[in-house]
């Protein structure tokens, strides 16, 4: 079975904004879609641009990204206008 892309599909219902304080931030791993066998096996992959989107749609921008985990998005992210 391919993998299916599938986004972290952020909404209210996780509590993110309520819960984060001033200033919090919010830091997501995961497979972006880059050949893999836990990737093949689990079939579960959201694309970087996906992860992005869904983000910024949320009202979430980017603090930070690492590259440094093989083919892993690893993004940390802050409400948007939020502080520094």
Known sequence: ???????????????LRRDLTP???????DFDGRKGCFVRWTGHITPRELLLREMAEAGYEIVEEFDF???????????????P
């Open 23 to 29: 200033g919090g931030r919010v830091a997501v791993i």
């Open 69 to 83: 985990i093989d083919r892993q998005a690893f993004v940390i992210f802050r409400r948007a206008g939020g502080p």
């Open 1 to 15: 079975m391919p993998a299916r892309p599938r986004g972290p599909e952020v909404s209210d219902d996780l509590h």
